[in-house]
């Protein structure tokens, strides 16, 4: 299985991810989770991406490009992949392509998960996260037991600089600018499905388990 999900920063990615891993033993690539060990990390390309990220634009293409050609090759995927927040351009989708036809690898579907903004901007400013061990939480569905601290290793739990409501909204537009040009490039290809990410959190999986993938 080999599938891209696309949808704009909040409209449940990770979640859908979340559950189509725990029932697949594919690689979930996550270009943000890898942006943002990168900037904790402070290698060189967390460095270059930590100002784009937390002023809400888009990390530039021959970072994110090279990165995933590197990811894509690894032993991990052989199974098949997810990738989450990858391609967000056309420029990033026709490197993809040239790159999977570098690997001999076609793509089975590509998942947009629909999400008006007003919802995802609320749903993103309830984020938190904790410092020490990445934990995510969020303060209307799921709070910390104590405020500010986690509840898995004791850490400080803090709200992200880009889940700002000025930053997020600016992602938005960025989103609807830059990365909402994919869905038509994958329509015409005949591989998009849209699903509304307001449904459960198990909605792509389910998909995925109709299609017979």
């Known amino acids: 299985m080999r599938i891209i999900l696309i949808g704009a920063p909040g409209s449940g990615k990770g979640t859908q991810a979340e559950s189509i891993k725990n ?8 270009t943000g989770d890898m942006l943002r060990e990168n900037v904790r990390a402070g290698t060189e390309l ?16 021959d970072i994110v490009i090279a990165m995933m050609e590197k990811r894509l090759s690894e032993p991990d995927c052989d199974t098949g992949f997810l990738l989450d927040g990858f391609p967000r351009t056309a420029a990033q989708a026709e490197a993809l392509d040239r790159i999977l036809d570098k690997l001999g690898i076609k793509l089975d579907a590509v998942v947009e998960l629909s999400a008006d903004d007003e919802v995802v901007v609320k749903r993103l400013m309830a ?8 934990e995510i939480y969020n303060t209307i569905s799921r709070p910390t037991a104590r405020d500010g601290v986690c509840d898995k290793c004791g850490g400080e739990v803090v709200q992200r600089d880009d889940d700002r409501e000025e930053v997020i ?7 609807r600018e830059q990365t909402a040009p994919l869905i038509d490039y994958y329509r015409n290809k005949g591989l998009l499905v ?4 307001a449904s459960s959190k198990d909605a792509v999986l389910k998909f995925l388990e109709e299609r017979h993938l």
């Not at 029932?23 to 996550?30: D, G, K």
């Not at 938190?128 to 990445?134: F, M, S, T, Y």
């Open 23 to 30: 029932r697949y033993p594919i690689a979930h690539i996550s």
């Open 46 to 61: 967390g460095k270059s991406a930590k100002s784009y990220m937390d002023s809400g634009r888009l990390v530039p293409d």
């Open 127 to 134: 984020r938190r996260v904790c410092k020490n061990c990445g």
């Open 169 to 175: 909204r600016r992602r938005l537009l960025v989103f």
């Open 194 to 197: 849209t699903i509304d990410a």
